[in-house]
């Protein structure tokens, strides 16, 4: 009767306990992290509609000129035409960097990956795929309100 020998080293079809506990921790980071980089390029859209709206007064505003608010937990920035005011988000649509308003440029550059867009928050250069988010805003009783009432 011959003997069968088993090659050295034997190496199961299934995991070690390390192996399975390494594999565990691994998809648990994974989901964690998945989460967190959603939450901070899609923002919940609950945050957004329940932002309180925010005044400024007219007089603090001239033609020409903008002004940097929190709306909703997010930079924005009101900015005063000759034909209107207009707020934009100051989130890049493309992956969530900060942009920033070039008033000699008139336009808005994300430094992140050389986007940009124009006074209208429209995409001009660049990877963002789809405008800069606008908020409503409206004038009462010399007031710039920018939001929904609530
Ligand atoms: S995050 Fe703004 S261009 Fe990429």
Do not use: N
């Not at 923002?43 to 957004?48: D, T, Y």
């Not at 550059?109 to 867009?117: A, E, S």
């Not at 124009?118 to 995409?123: A, K, M, R, S």
């Amino acid at each position: 009767m011959t003997k069968t020998e088993i090659p050295l080293p034997f190496r199961s079809v299934f995991l070690s306990r390390r192996e399975f506990i390494q594999l565990g921790l691994a998809g648990v980071c994974a989901a964690w992290a998945g989460v967190f980089v959603q939450s901070r390029l899609f923002p919940s859209e609950q945050a957004v509609t329940e932002a309180k709206p925010v005044s400024i007064p007219l007089t603090d505003l001239p033609v020409g000129s903008s002004q940097q608010i929190t709306y909703g937990g997010q930079s924005a920035l009101v900015l005063r035409t000759q034909q209107s005011i207009k707020a934009f988000s100051l989130t890049c649509t493309h992956l969530g960097c900060l942009v920033e308003w070039r008033q000699d440029q008139q336009e808005f550059y994300c430094p992140c990956h050389d986007g940009r867009f124009d006074q209208f928050g429209e995409v001009v250069a660049g990877p963002p795929p789809v405008p800069l988010e606008q908020f409503p805003v409206r004038v009462v009783d010399e007031q710039v309100v920018i939001g929904e009432e609530v």
